[in-house]
């Protein structure tokens, strides 16, 4: 069965702790997105790869950093610097090449909560 | 920056009723995508718009790329409440890398 997985899908955490976002995909996808999503702010990208071994910043990447040692895996961690780490968090993937290499795939998201 | 602006931010209809959301940008548009996030869910890809005046349906769902492709909109006939959710257009930036999305238009519907 093919697809994205993030887990968990609820987390919490104490305020001034770091927390990695898991985020894996099977459809042998190139390209991997990190989005945060706020009540009426959409969908702002975080951090995005397009290979192994790259990623640039997107829009709102400070008190973020990402990884992407491997094709299938692209982890998130809010690290203690980003001030408001309370959202719904969104992983995707697209293909990079082929019929339908503009449609992004997203994962069912983790809901992240910090006191 | 590139930036795609969506309205209205909500609405709300009586079931059967149509219903349509708006995308604008202030610069030329590659192309427009739109998705749908139901309540608890994630997004959805519906479909992409890619030419000038550019109309595709699906069912009760139609799409349209503005001619100067500067605009699109997302237009559902007769709306069931499985309609209900947030409908999001989204662009791709300049380098074709990313998708910048709009804020999006949550839609509930009433039986």
């Known amino acids: 069965d093919g697809g994205i997985t993030q887990s968990p899908k609820y987390l919490f955490r104490k305020e001034g702790q770091n927390v990695t976002l898991s985020c894996e995909q099977n459809l042998n996808h190139d390209a991997m997105y990190w989005y945060r999503q706020d009540p009426g702010q959409g969908l702002r990208l975080i951090y995005y790869s397009q290979i192994v071994n790259d990623f640039q910043k997107g829009d709102i990447a400070e008190g973020y950093s990402v990884s992407r040692e491997k094709k299938e895996s692209f982890p998130l961690t809010v690290t203690s610097a980003q001030k408001n780490p309370t959202a719904f968090y969104l992983c995707?993937?697209?293909?990079?090449?082929?019929?339908?290499?503009?449609?992004?795939?997203f994962g069912p998201g983790t809901r992240l909560t910090v006191t | 920056g590139q930036q795609v602006m969506q309205i209205p931010q909500y609405q709300h209809v009586q079931e059967g009723e149509d219903f349509t959301t708006y995308c604008n940008s202030s610069t030329t548009l590659s192309n427009i995508q739109w998705y749908k996030q139901r309540p608890g869910g994630h997004p959805v890809f519906l479909i992409q718009?890619?030419?000038?005046?550019e109309v595709k349906k699906q069912k009760r769902l139609t799409f349209q790329f503005g001619e100067a492709k500067k605009n699109s909109s997302l237009h559902i006939t007769a709306t069931q409440t499985t309609d209900v959710g947030t409908y999001f257009c989204a662009s791709a930036n300049q380098a074709g890398t990313a998708l910048i999305f709009g804020k999006g238009t949550t839609l509930s519907v009433s039986s």
């Open positions: 995707a993937s697209r293909a990079t090449s082929g019929r339908s290499s503009y449609e992004q795939y």
């Open positions: 718009l890619v030419k000038s005046g």
